[in-house]
């Protein structure tokens, strides 16, 4: 009796439920584009909830989930692979996205503007009816495996012209939006994720939405939800809900001065 095949993405499975709170239908809207295996992109600021999202979908769904976080300095073999030298001699490996391509799973590309345009093209066959990866360099064509997706995200309120998703990928693919959640819902997250009472989390959120205002006057971006998980943990553990936000917030958005006294004016304004 042969032994079994090992499963080349059961590192990627995710076992045990993330824990997500939907903020409307994105939850039956992603799982309407997974039937097609319907490439998306993700829209939303920095740490509403995005990555988050595609781990609970990832589970729920029961895929394994290849996540890679973009950055400049990534290559197109970085991506799809490389010969590589081992005991036996050059051997090629697959590369993240070649293994979701095979085997069939959700192959996540985090802020993929991040990465140079000639890199991201590689996805491209991926995205419309032919499903395929061609590898040049092996001069192998991989069919995708009927499960694999490929979700890609980022954040529209940080790109130029220069960082933009071309016209030619962008149309590629369909979109959810993502923001940060209403007050009571962001509330009950961060209650949950840090481990304080909700009417602190409450309390929390409240800076936050100060902060958002201040987006284009001053600040890029507002307090992400992720920020206040911070804060919540620190404040659980003791440390002082004053210096917790300064640490979390003020410090990790702003080297202004004047900008910095605003900030933790929000935060005397809900803790004295």
Same mark, same amino acid.
């Given at each position: 009796?042969?032994? #079994?095949?090992?499963?080349? %993405? #059961? ?13 409307? !239908?994105?939850?039956? %809207? ?10 998306? &992109?993700?829209?939303?600021?920095? +740490? ?68 140079? /345009?000639?890199?991201?093209?590689? &996805?491209?066959? %991926? ?27 980022? !954040?529209? +309120? ?26 009571? &819902? ?8 840090? +481990? &304080? ?44 809900? /004053? ?30």
């Amino acid at each position: 009796m042969n032994a #079994a095949v090992p499963d080349p %993405l #059961a590192g990627y499975r995710i076992e045990t439920e993330p824990f997500y709170q939907p903020a409307g !239908n994105e939850v039956a %809207l992603y799982e309407s584009a997974y039937v097609h295996r319907m490439p998306l &992109i993700l829209k939303g600021p920095t +740490g509403c909830g995005k990555t988050r999202f595609v781990e609970y979908m990832a589970w729920k769904l029961g895929r394994p989930l290849v996540t890679l976080a973009c950055n400049e300095d990534m290559t197109a073999s970085d991506l799809i692979g490389r010969y590589l030298l081992d005991a036996q001699g050059t051997a090629w490996h697959d590369g993240p996205l070649t293994l979701a391509v095979r085997h069939g799973g959700i192959c996540y590309l985090d802020e993929v503007v991040e990465a140079r /345009q000639d890199t991201t093209v590689v &996805i491209h066959p %991926l995205t419309d009816a032919r499903r395929m990866l061609p590898l040049d360099k092996k001069g192998e064509l991989v069919r995708a495996h009927p499960d694999f997706q490929l979700v890609v995200s980022y !954040n529209p +309120g940080y790109q130029s012209s220069a960082k933009d998703m071309k016209p030619s990928t962008r149309q590629r693919f369909a979109a959810l939006a993502f923001d940060y959640p209403e007050a009571g &819902i962001e509330a009950s997250i961060v209650a949950h994720e840090s +481990g &304080i009472a909700l009417a602190l989390a409450a309390q929390l959120v409240s800076i936050a939405h100060c902060s958002r205002a201040l987006k284009q006057r001053g600040l890029d971006e507002g307090v992400s939800t992720r920020m206040l998980i911070y804060a919540g943990v620190l404040i659980r553990d003791g440390v002082s809900p /004053q210096d917790s936000c300064e640490m979390t917030m003020t410090r990790g958005l702003t080297d202004d001065p004047d900008m910095a006294r605003a900030l933790q004016g929000f935060v005397e304004a809900q803790f004295g």
